[in-house]
């Protein structure tokens, strides 16, 4: 149970109290009236004694008695019936509520943390009206009248007749027999005789005199003058005096007469909000009886017969507060005691102290030892009750029969003599005098008798008392008999059908039990208690018993908050709406969060309805908004009603608000992180031919490698727009926002040009949701940034209010309708379209909520009713900070300006259309398309620039290439080359830069500049160029992204340029695969050699052998029948390709699927300028491509663009030759003779293949033109067209400590085995005379040529190498004459002729390529000769003649 004012003992002995009867005469209650009291009311502030009262028992012994209140009551007071009881109850609950900031306790339980109130007045409060109002009874005697006081007035002409016939009076009510109320506790009843003396008129000395006579006549112990009214009206307002009255009497409506009010308010519209008469129509509050709900003492219609003269007079608290008009009704209630003074106060406080100590004290002494007189005497026992008492208890105790056997015997009543009665009178009046161990003795010797008579009731009563008794006792010598009480109520409820009797008996033993900690029997005994007959009475008591829970040792936190759902619906069946509601929020803080979703539910819905009721619309909308937004495990059709209480609510609260501003909904859930962000109109779909860009659209989702790789592009563009640099205040566009990508600046947009706002919703429960009027609100700063700075800021406009009237500013498109089924994630897609610069944020959305059911069956009223208007922001979180110390180490979110963008002045818009862009290629292939450019803004754009991932995938043709179609229509069946008619023959030569193509040294043609006529694209003006494509090497689908930039012929501070963007996808299918290899050509060009200077300068002019091997790898495309080798071009600035060792005729090369050809071409060396390169065509056809044009040429110098090329360092060929520099040698180290070593090796030679493939398609034959690259690098080592796949590299083990630095490179054996190249000079043909001369002596020539810049050293050994069989067969018969050994010193280049001799035997055929060649650099000391490479066999005949 909850805390309470009083102690148990003192709430105890305040409901068994002595009773006094008042009978005033009518001059004498006029004389109280002055102070709008009655003589009762007047006495009852002061009826607590405030010092110890003693008497003596009959065993003589002294009775302290402390702290004695009395009862004082009109006589005629007759207590209130069933229903007016219930009623009054009621109301006193109902106006008693917590007061408002009254500190709660708060109860630590596992994981609860729990508000709960301390105390429960309104508990106290019902229970002292309830024990205040029970009705006498004839089984006890407890509030039965002891005395009562004759009122008579000094103003009277002769009061002791007035006292005569007030005794009579009293007399005949009490022994005629008439009535039955009130009840006496014994015929001699005290009468106490007051004379009444009204200072302010009456003469004190008359007043003196007739009390002197009073005395005489009553005696000095009966009688009493109590004067008052020392003020008159008049000096009301002159001074403040004290109101005692006022915690006693009026408690309840008059200073809070809304409660009041709200009391009477019917249970059945109490759980119907959707009726008109929700307990707040003043019509029905005014159907409320005036009668005050504590007037406890005010007597029925029923008139005492005979009694009219006094009726008025003798009735306590008469007069009834009435009701005031609303206007006032919160005015100060009319004051009392307003003729008192302090003094007076002082007579009213001793004339009780009087009254009690020296009239009803004795009185009660004596009546104790009389009863007990005659008791003695009637039974035939010893003086003394207690030695009976004793005598009683000492023998066999009287066997209690069952509640079962007597309940036959309920209706025993005994007569007023009964010595039964005698023992229970006695006892009670030991009870009310704190003499509790005589009354618990009386009381159990009762008990006794009565279950021996099986009289019931009156066993029942003294069980009771006997229990309360046995706590009362000062010093404990028995334990609280706890089983008595339980079965007094067990009687009361089932005996005798009494719940009244019962629930005063629950309410002591509660109390008692919650004084002992005892908790868990008290609640068990509260629950007991609870039944259906009074719904008020349960509510009490199953709070009650959940504070007894709550308030165990062990805190049992969910008995708590079950019990309190319980008690308030309870208490909402009892029409105590607010104290229902307080209950279910107190048990809400225990489910609240736990997972039980569905009491969760029936809480929040309740709270909801009882705070609409209540008229707490916030609170009502707040507990349905938790129904709704949480995952409900509700059914559809209790979803649906919850939705519509809620709507209903809603509209309600904004009637009864009526501010402009809208209420945040809660439904549908938005997902705010979740919103994207569109700037950019909508743009032109394909026609026909044409392609548009596809550039950025929400149906695109975000990649972050893709957004860093546009960035990437749009930096290199800018880049090189600015000269190489990127200026501090780049921001990269974007056009698309969402929770990924880099949203800390705002983003810019551009005047008329829409936005669009990419809203998620999600619909949490089992029914659809029918939204209306779906649009964005937003807020606008009006700026104007063609200023300086940032432009002037004007006023601030938003669209919450007004909506149409800002069109001109901006549009707001406005969606209908927008249906969201059940557990559907929906998207919205909501538009702006801006007319003015400025400053935009988009707040959230607004829109109607409807329950979204097909044919409402309700008409249209309903219709109307489900639907209310609403907003919900749009609140987004940036993303954490993670950069500083303090940003680490704290949770810091940076801002997220998606929704915030700056409107900018005008900017040009430009749309690209692809024309006849293909989907497939053949690897290598080359194909002609158009670009199509149009300004669709009303700015012009200039400056169009291009940048894309794969620059070797397209071109745009150098400045000089006007020589191809001008149109698409007219190119449609035209090669993309440049062709000029020329049978084959040796090849054609031509020089060209590569700066005529868009290459230099220092810049790569990733970015290309588009050309525009005068510069600018003007506004609505179109452009087209072609555009030729080459297909990929490697086969498989490519994706190319490009990246279109432009900017404005205005600079804006804002934004500086635009970009556009397209992602194509190519499929690239096999075509050929070529494999070429370069070898040293080892014979000399001419026989006759005229000087010695000629065969120097031809020797230097070497040539070489060029190895191309052409395979048809095509095999998917079953349309592709054949591939034509037409052309083999070169592209170098060393070398050429002379003329085709191997021609077939004047028939180009044809191969068929998988067929391989192998072509070989001389190539010789050639002299050009540092800067230019070599073309040399040589066509396999009657026709010649101009390989130095566009595009063959473009894509030479594209062909190694590729960004993974770019990152894996120097590549092979191509452009990147131009880096390479002529390497002079460096002393001493090794890094420099590798780089000798290498050049001698190293070609630089790259070899173009030109094909045609035949494809029939749609029974027409097309033909397709491609063109393959090979970079010749070094001699000997095989090149291929296709790059070979890298190995995947093994798992590496990760290494902690740093690895040991590379060895410094040094020239493979291979290289070093090409620094001198040997050629052989001998006749062919040799006759000699053998049988004249045996000896044969033939001149050889060996020519020492040093390939590299480096001094070299070199060792000619002629010794032979082998003597083995095989090959004495072929040198046995001859040797080299002269030195075996020769050491020689050649300088770079240098050509060097050694003559020899060889020497035969006989005729024969013989080879002469035995002499071995050694070399090492000069400056490598450390480094061993090297074997060169052998030159091919020279045979010689040596002829006998």
Known sequence: MAQCVQSVQEFIQDSFVPMVAVLCSEDAERVTRKNSLSFPELLRPFCRLTSDGHLRDPNNQVVVVKGLRISVTGINTQPPQSPELHRLLSQTVSVCQPPEGSPASVITAGDYDLNISATTPWFETYRENFLQSMPASEHEFLSHYLACMLVVSSHEAVPTEQFLKLSQEQHRIQHSGEYTHPKWFIPNTLKYYVLLHDISEGDEQRADSVYEDMKQRYGTQGCYLLKINSRSGSTVADEQMPDPWSQYLHKTSIHNPELYEESAVSNAVENNIGAEEDGLDPSIRDGVSETHPLQLDHPTDVVYPGNDASQSVNNVDETKPQKQPSGTSHTSPTPRGTCLTLNDHDHIRQFIQE?????????????????????????????SLFSATKKLFGGGKVPEKSIAELKNAAGLLYPSEAPELQIRKMADLCFLVQHYELAYNCYHTAKKDFLSDQAMLYAAGALEMAAVAAFLQSGAPRPYPAHYMDTAIQTYREVCKNMLLAERCCLLSAEILKSQAKYSDAATLLIKMTSEDSDLRSALLLEQAAHCFINMRSPMVRKFAFHMILAGHRFSKAGQKRHALRCYCQALQVYKGKGWTLAEDHINFTIGRQSFTLRQPENAVAAFRHILINDSRQSAVQQAAFLREY????????????????????????????????????????E???????????????????????????????????????????????????????????PLAVVEEPIIVEVVFRNPLKIPLALSALSLLWKFTLKDFSGPQDGTAGETVSNEKETTALNDIIDTQVIAEFTISPEETKVARLKLLPHKTGELHVLGVVYNLGTGEAGDSEGSLAGDLMCVRGQQNLEIQGPRLNITKEEKTSVRYGPDHRLDPIITPPMPLLEVFFINFPTGLLCGEIRKAWVEFVNVSAVPLTGLRVASTHPEFFTFGSATSDLTPVTPTTAEHCSAYKTVAMPPSVATVSL?????????????????????????????????????LRGPDQEGVHEINFLFYYESTEKTAKLSHRVLRHTAFICASRSLNVRATASRSNTLHSRERHTEEQQESEEKDASMLVFVDVENINTCEAGVREFHIVQVSSISRQWRLLKCINPVGDKDSKLASRERGKL???????RTEEEKYTFADLNLGNEQIVSSTTPCADFFFRRDLHPEARRGGVSAGGASQMQRKSLTPQSGTD?????????????????IVLWKAYVVEDNKQLILEGQLHVALQTIGKESCSLSQKEETQEMVLLKFKPDVPPPVSKPSLEQLSHLIKTCLHYPESYDHPFPQKSLCMVPVTLTLSNCSLAQVDVIV??????TSPESLEVHGSFSWLGQTQ??????????????????FFQAGVYNLGTPRVFAKLAQTSTMCETSQQSAMPALIIVNSI
């Not at 100590?357 to 030892?369: D, Q, S």
């Not at 992180?673 to 109109?681: I, Y």
């Not at 070989?1160 to 050639?1166: G, I, L, S």
């Open 1160 to 1166: 070989c071409f001389k190539a010789t060396r050639c």
């Open 355 to 383: 009254f009690t100590f020296r009239g009803l004290l004795p009185h009660i002494e004596k009546n104790i030892r009389q009863l007990n007189d005659q008791l003695v005497s009637r039974k035939g026992l010893s003086r």
């Open 1231 to 1247: 890094d420099g003779g590798t780089s000798i070593v290498k050049k001698c090796s190293e070609v630089e030679l790259d070899i």
């Open 1357 to 1362: 050994d002629l010794r032979h190498k082998t």
């Open 647 to 686: 709507l209903y609510v809603y509209k309600s609260m904004s009637k009864l608000t009526g501010d402009g501003s809208l209420p945040q909904l809660p439904l549908p859930c938005l997902h705010s992180s979740q919103t994207r962000v569109f700037f950019g109109h909508e743009r032109r779909l394909a």
């Open 992 to 1028: 060209v830069s590569p700066a005529a193509f868009g290459v230099t040294s220092s810049d790569q043609p990733v970015v290309a500049e588009i050309p525009l006529s005068r510069g600018v694209l003007g506004p609505g003006e179109a452009l087209q160029i072609p555009l030729w």
């Open 688 to 746: 026909g031919e044409k392609q548009a860009a596809t550039h950025v659209s929400l149906e695109q989702e975000f990649d972050r490698d893709l957004s860093q790789l546009w960035r990437e592009l749009e930096e290199r563009v800018v880049s090189v727009t600015n000269r190489g640099t990127v200026p501090i205040t780049f921001q990269p566009s974007q056009s698309c926002l969402n929770s990924q990508t880099d949203n800390l600046r705002h």
């Open 1382 to 1399: 020769y050491k020689l010193q050649l300088q770079a280049q240098e050509v060097y002729r050694l003559l020899l001799k060889a020497c």
